[in-house]
């Protein structure tokens, strides 16, 4: 059974990918996805597929039906379908042709595999129950999943459990990564504003405050937090990534502020609440201790995204029936990534798989200008989504 979903699918390989090659010729970003959706609606309309537009301002729920509906269960399958605000440089017969966004994140490919899925389910209904197909939009830094789970989308439609994929090319193409509990962290954002006194670098240094030396004790201090205040087996991460104060042209002005930015990652709720306190209380008080002031904006982005036990073993078990069990990772590690597919676990059991997309031709990572989805995975993601899908809603004996 596996291997036919799969050789069904292949057998659509051709104009899976000329689909998938459109919507990277046309990418949109967040929220902004009204031609890449008006396709995903030709695609279901021409598959009979039944679907609700507009969930999360432009996101799409598509509804298939079962052989039987006698267990009245439901599962979710999720794609993201934004783009990113990147200038290609890939020089394909199908980049993009919108200035500035691109296909750089394999949206474009999580679409086409789910819509191979919804081509497979409704074409043979082995299952019993109903499979919801949720087009997200805004996955990329607009939370459009939370925005979907706010407009109703698990009350409008009843959905049990929840599952999606993401390509990854540091995995070898068929090859798939599924862990139990954390997958991908919480990421935050972060902005230390610090103020000072401003004046004369050469004449008067001594009647300033001057917040660039602030920053400077700020940077080591925070960069302690994570070695003194977290156990060595906990991930954590801080970043301070930009600094901005003065002006390069004024060369002795010692400015007023200094402002810094950064992100902090955590895989689990814990730990992302130690790193904000204790940036809160270091950033505070060296700033103090140096005659300044300082404050932390600490903005919550995506929750840490977490498999649940039984959803990620049955989504383990369908990937073992697709790839064989010598390609499902043994012992899957996390990423620091975030993903906002973590706002709908936080609201059911679900998992959240990695599928290789590494060969010879697809060495580029996710957010380079350089990268491009790899086609081949196609079958291979479709499959196993239809895979779980099966397993997940079993029909009658």
Known sequence: MPQKIVDQIHAESAA?????????????LGFDEHRTAKVICEALDRLSIAYHTGIGKTGI??????RERTSGRAIG?????????????????YASVNEGRMHACGHDGHVTMLLA????????????????????????G????LEMVKDGLFERFPIEQVYALHNWPSLPLGSVSIPVGPVMAAADIIKIRIRGK?????????????????????????????SRNLDPLDAGVISLCSIAGGSLAAWNVIPDEVVITGTTRALRPEVQDVIEARLRETVESVARGLGGSATLEYERGNPATINSEAEALLAQHAAADV??????????????GGEDFSFMLCERPGAYIHLGTGDSEHRHGLHSAHFDFNDAAI?????????IAELGLPLSK
């Open 142 to 145: 607009y939370k459009g999943g």
């Open 198 to 226: 401003g004046g004369h670098g050469g004449m008067a240094p001594q009647r300033t405050v001057d917040p660039v030396l602030i920053a400077g004790h700020v940077i080591v201090a925070v960069h302690s937090i994570v």
């Open 117 to 140: 899925a919804a081509d497979y389910l409704q074409r043979t209904r082995n299952f019993n129950g109903t499979v919801y197909l949720i087009f997200q939009p805004g996955e990329e």
């Open 379 to 387: 079958p291979i993601g479709g499959a196993l989504l239809a895979r």
């Open 323 to 336: 790839v064989g069990k010598d390609n499902v990772v043994q012992r899957p590690v996390p990423s620091l």
């Open 61 to 66: 729920v598509g509804v298939i039906q079962g």
């Open 77 to 93: 399958l999720r794609a993201d379908m934004d783009a990113l605000p990147v200038r290609e440089c890939t020089n394909l017969d």
């Open 16 to 28: 899976y990918g000329a689909l998938r090659r459109d919507i990277h010729a046309h990418p949109e």
